[in-house]
Structure formats: C-alpha cells, structure tokens
C-alpha cells in the first residue's frame, strides 16, 4: 500500500481532506463506540438517566400545559403524545449539540498529539445521542401503547427527519466546538441557547396553535415563516406529522424554511471548523 | 534516489503577547468592539518566536536519524510538524510514506476501558486498521505481558503494566516513517530495552526512523546519522557520534581554566597565590578543554607562587553535585624531610586517569595547606568538570548514567566451574 507523496505546506487546503476522513472512517466508529461503552459501562445509571430525564419533562409539560392551561393537542392525539413526539428530536438535538461543543476541548489529548481529520471528534461524540434517542423511543411506545395510539405509516419517514435534526445539530456543534477551543467561556452560552430553545422551538405547544395565532397579525404568513427560521421547528413539525399521523399536517414552506438554515449553518459550521481545525493544536 | 523525507526552509512561528493582551475569552472580544476606540490602539505588543527558523534537511529510506538538541530547541515541533498535528508557518515537507507519529505511549488510552478495548482504540487512533490490530492482537498481547488482566479497566493497572500495554500497541506499527519523541523517558530498564530493540527491528526492516531523545547514549546506539537542533535551527547534521560530540561541547558546564593576573584578588595569605588553574584533556594529541570524557585522562595544572620558603602542598577535592567529596588528592614539591621549599613559582601537574570519573559535573576546590594543617588558601568550584560518557554501548545494555559518584574500570575475572 504505496502512499502518493504527501505534501505539508502552510495554508494548503489539503486537497484529500474529504478522502482521508473517509480513510479514517474507522477511527470514527471506535472513537463513537468509545463514548458509547463508557456512557453504558455503569449500564444502569446510563440508560436509566436518557429514559428518566425526557420522561419527567413530559410528566410536568403534561400537568402544567394540559391539565392547568388546557393547551390544545395536535390534530387527534392525547397532548402527552405530542409533546413527546417533539421532546425526543429536541433532547437529541440539545444533547447533541452539547456534546460535539464540548467535544475537541475534551480530547485534547488527542489533538496535541495525533493527526486525524478532526472533524471526526465532533461528529463521533455525536453518536452517543443516537442510543439515548433510541431508548427515548422505547418511552415513547410504551406512552403510545398507555394512550392506545397507534402511528400510521408515516413513522417510515422518521429517520429521514431524524437525519435533519443531525444536521441541525451538527452545524452550530462546529462552530461552538471551535469557538470553545480559542474562548473557554464560550460553553456558558450553551445551556441557555438550549434552554431557551425548548420553548422557541414549541416543544409542549403545538405548532398549529402558534401558526393559528400568527395568522391573525398583518403579515402573518411571513412571520410564521420567519420563525420557521428556528431549524427545530422544521424539524419538530417533521416529527409530529411523521409520529401522530391522522389530521397533523407538515407545513412544506415552513419546512423548507427549516431545511434551508440547517444547511447554510451546516455550511457554515463545517467553513468555519476547518479553517480553525489547522491551528487547534497550538492553542489548544 | 529520491529522499523519504524532504524538509525546505521549514519555519514555525509562535506570537508571544507581552501584555496579555489576547482575548482569551469571548466576553472580552465582544468588550474590545464595544469600546469604540476611544484610546488610539496600542501598538500589539507581540514578539515572534521562532520555534523553527528556516529547517532544511533531507532523509533516506532506512535511516534512523537521531534529533537531539536541548529543551524547547524545537525537536518537538519539528515532528509536530511532521506528523501533521501543526502546520508549518512557511517552508514544505515531502513525505514519501505511512507516517506514524508516537509522540507519546498510551495516547487515548481510557481508563474505564479494557486493557482489550484500549488496544483496539489505540491502535486506530495511532492509524492501523482493525483488521491488523485484530491480526496483531494476540502477538500486542503476548509482548506486553498483560495477558491476565486483558478484560480489566486500565484505569486498576499499575503504571508499568499501563505503559507495557501501550507501548506494545505502538511497537506492532508498520509504518514506512517512525516518528518517536522521548519516549524512553518512561519506564523502567527493561521497558527501556526492549523499546530500543523494538525501534532496532523497525530499522532493520528498511523502514526509516527519527528519533528524538536526551539520552544521547540510547542515540549514539542505534542512530546512523543524528541532526542537532539548536534556537530553531539546525546546528549540525551528520554522523552521529561527531554530532553528539558538537553537541556536548557546546552545552557543556565545564569551566576548565581559571587564572589570575591581578596578585591581589587572588588570595588573602600574602605568602603564596595561586596564579592559575587548567583542566585539559589530550584527545589523539590534541589538547581539548571543552568538556571531559569518562574514557580519557584528564590534566590538571596548577600554578602556585609563593614569597617565602614554606612547606606546603596542594589538595584537590573533587565534589560531586550534592555537595558530597567523591575523592580527595594531593601533590607537594619535592624535599627532604622538614626542609621547606625556597620561595618561587611551582607548577603542579596531577593526571586524573581515563575510566575513573563518572557521567558528572564535578567542582574543584583547591586547597593549599602549610604543614598539613594551616588553609592557606581555599578556592571553592576553582574549576569544574563535566564528565559525559562517550562510549557506545551493546543494544541490550542500559543506556542511561551509572549510579555513583565515580565508575573506575576494575579488573574482573570470571572463571567457570
């Protein structure tokens, strides 16, 4: 296996970038099952903690949004469905996200001595967050079985939403992951854009209701379609249309909207990521 | 042929703010716009280090090249660079091979994880495939001796088992390019031994090798040719042994020659004054002072002067660097019994033989003594000697500094029975 001559020179954008990730497509898997086995080696606490946290969170949208303000469900489903149907791409979107931000300062280690595309380390810390969605989902069967609501065939489409909210992750998980290595202070910002975030993207309302209340204002049309800058609100429309089938509607524009700002802030992310990427290990 | 590796004019470059004026966090970014520029900016206060300054050098298939060079030289940088972790700042690098960087054993090891597990993730990570970890693995095993403990977190292993495991892993890689960097620091003799011999069949298989290391008797052992790198700069590039020895003399500690034209600021006795003092060693007839070798005599001259006739002699004690006397000697002038020697100038010359000193810096204090127990004079560190060892070792050997304060060659005789 005769490597070609490899050339290092300052600022040479190389031009096998994309190949070489390929090449180290392996290192990618370990490093992913790496965070996997040590999230999991404790098992209990592990699985337990991605099954307890969204569930809680529902338990209290449920009582507080349903039962005390009477927040109208989507289309035909039970409310608790609908939130959950929003809660599961909005926890792995936020876990996600803190995950791959955090993720090139955490290994450290690594970066100061070994070369490897370090666009691996994000998105290999990204993949834990698949697991914990796959264990919410269990959740949310058996709150689907509970109600006695049955999904119709639309959930075939759900790794296709799943695959977006990736993305939507991925993007502002770069920029931060790069940011964090140059200014420290920057995680501090995270927990609030997340916190802030399940509210902005109506993750215990419905979205049809916000669309409803807007549509009375002037230029109504276009306001809802400014917040469906908000990448998880396409996506969460994704979600519910996909689990609660029946009278949920996706609102294509919206939608599209979405797609459109999780793909540019992809862009972005990965623009900015690499050319940071060169200098991480001197400042590091 | 074309060189495997081929370095032009490489340079790296580092800002070093004075002032800490580099925002280091964001919030202060953001304040520095929001200032609006009241005060004219202050020129950046930024100095340019050079950790590399215009490197060219270019290295064979099947070399093992030896990098020394003092701390933050840029030895490091260099393989840095090399390995692809930083990019150079100007200047370009060929490399014509896999190039495999161990700038540390046991990078990415977790400690929740296996000792099984962590090969796997080690060896990935230093850039083997799984298929070749997974047909290597029981031979990583078998040479790190860790077999019983395979399933259990490295984080319950010992320090030596943990760095066993790791440098096993790091030893089955096949690359046609070695990086190593310092990693003989670590571990004890048999670690150390068996890393050498590691790197030797690496070397034997035509691969290339560079090897950054302080124990310049592990270099002088197995590389064949040995690049010194000084201030970011290359100070020589050659055989191995003249660098090493180019090296040495320019780093060394000795001060070998102390002497005193002004009378009065050399003694308060008004009877005698030492007027000089020499070290030299006689190197194939060449008279060397720069520093001393554990295998050839080394000379000390000592010129006394005294105004009257006294009976006196010179003492040299030999201190190691904790202070402690490793030995002491002594000379006199000549002369029969009680009979003082006449006033007058006397040089003394005392031969320390070849095969006595150890790998140590020594301090000389020199003392003159009126009948044996009157100080006339006492210099403290008149002279120093740094002793390095030259020789070079058989592979299995230990490469680093003998214990104590001295190693004389002492005649053995084995018989077998």
Redesign the interface.
Same mark, same amino acid.
């Given at each position: 296996?005769?490597?070609p001559?490899?050339? !290092?020179?300052?600022? +040479?954008s190389e031009k096998n970038y994309w190949l070489d990730l390929w090449r180290y497509r392996?290192?990618f898997l !370990?490093l992913a099952w +790496?965070d996997i086995?040590?999230r999991y080696?404790q098992t209990f606490v592990g699985v337990s903690w991605a099954l307890l946290q969204p569930f809680l969170q529902i338990v209290v949208f449920t009582l507080v949004f349903s039962w005390l303000l009477n927040t109208p469900s989507e289309g035909d489903a039970p409310y608790a469905i609908m939130a959950f149907a929003a809660m599961l791409p909005w926890q792995f979107f936020a876990t996600a996200l803190t995950n791959s931000s955090q993720s090139v300062v955490g290994?450290s280690?690594?970066?100061?001595?070994?070369?490897?595309p370090r666009l691996i380390v994000p998105c290999a810390s990204m993949v834990v967050c698949l697991i914990d969605f796959l264990i919410a989902s269990l959740i949310f069967g058996l709150l689907a079985l509970w109600y006695q609501f049955l999904p119709d065939w639309r959930i075939l489409t759900l790794p296709f939403f799943l695959l977006v909210a990736f993305l939507a992750a991925l993007g502002p998980g770069l920029l931060i992951a790069a940011?964090n290595v140059?200014?420290?202070?920057?995680r501090y910002?995270l927990p609030f854009i997340i916190q802030f975030g399940l509210y902005a993207s109506a993750v215990p309302i419905s979205l049809s209701l916000i669309r409803e209340k807007l549509l009375a204002l002037p230029y109504g049309e276009h306001l809802y379609q400014l917040y469906c800058l908000n990448p998880m609100v396409g996506v969460i429309d994704g979600f519910r249309w996909a689990l609660l089938g029946g009278e949920s509607q996706l609102y294509w524009p919206g939608f599209c909207i979405s797609l459109a700002a999780i793909l540019i802030m992809l862009w972005v992310g990965i623009h900015f990521f690499r050319k940071t990427e060169?200098?991480f290990?001197?400042i590091i | 042929m074309t060189p495997i590796i081929s370095v032009e004019h490489l340079s790296k470059t580092y800002k070093i703010s004075h002032q800490n004026n580099r925002p280091d966090s964001f919030r202060e970014v953001v304040g520095s716009y929001l200032k609006f520029n009241r005060l004219k900016k202050k020129a950046p206060e930024f100095e340019t280090f050079y950790a590399l300054n215009d490197v060219s050098f270019e290295i064979q298939e099947g070399e093992v090249l030896g990098i020394i060079g003092s701390n933050g030289a840029g030895k490091s940088t260099l393989l840095k660079i090399l390995s692809r972790i930083t990019e150079p700042t100007s200047g370009r690098v060929c490399l014509n091979g896999r190039v495999a960087s161990l700038l540390e054993v046991g990078t990415g090891f977790h400690p929740e994880l296996t000792g099984r597990e962590n090969i796997f993730l080690n060896g990935s990570i230093l850039g083997m495939e799984h298929s070749e970890i997974r047909k290597k693995f029981d031979e990583i095993v078998d040479f790190s001796g860790v077999e019983r403990f395979l399933d259990t977190p490295v984080k319950r292993y010992s320090s030596g088992m943990y760095v066993r495991l790791a440098f096993s892993v790091a030893a089955h890689l096949e690359p046609e390019i070695l990086l190593v960097d310092e990693v003989l620091a670590v571990g004890d003799i048999r670690f150390q031994k068996k890393c050498l011999q590691k790197m030797k069949d690496v070397s034997q298989t035509g691969r290339t090798v560079l090897f950054v290391s302080h124990n310049l008797t592990a270099i002088r052992t197995l590389c064949t040719s040995c690049l010194w790198v000084g201030q970011g700069q290359i100070q020589f590039n050659g055989k191995t042994s003249e660098c090493i020895e180019k090296y040495i003399a320019s780093n060394s500690k000795s001060s070998s020659n102390s002497y005193w034209e002004n009378p009065e600021s050399a003694f308060k006795e008004d009877r005698v004054r030492v007027a000089r003092v020499k070290a030299s060693r006689d190197e194939d007839g060449i008279v060397k002072n720069d520093f001393f070798t554990m295998n050839s005599p080394i000379t000390i001259q000592i010129k006394v002067e005294t105004k009257q006739s006294l009976h006196f002699r010179a003492t040299l004690h030999f201190l190691i660097k904790s202070g402690e006397i490793a030995f002491t000697s002594y000379g006199q002038p000549e002369r029969e019994q009680d009979e003082k020697s006449p006033a007058g100038s006397y040089e003394f010359t005392c031969t320390v033989p070849a095969d006595l000193l150890n790998e140590e810096i020594y301090s000389i204090r020199l003392i003159i003594f009126e009948d044996w127990i009157h100080e006339l004079v006492v210099l403290e560190d008149v002279i120093s000697l740094d002793v390095r060892d030259t020789t070079t070792r058989e592979l299995g050997a230990w490469q680093g500094r003998e214990p104590g304060p001295l190693h004389p060659k002492l005649n053995w005789e084995v018989k077998s029975q």
């Open positions: 296996m005769k490597q001559t490899l050339i !290092i020179e300052a600022g +040479r392996e290192l !370990i +790496r086995s040590v080696k290994s280690n690594l970066i100061s001595k070994v070369y490897f940011m140059r200014y420290r202070d920057f910002v060169r200098t290990a001197d | -």
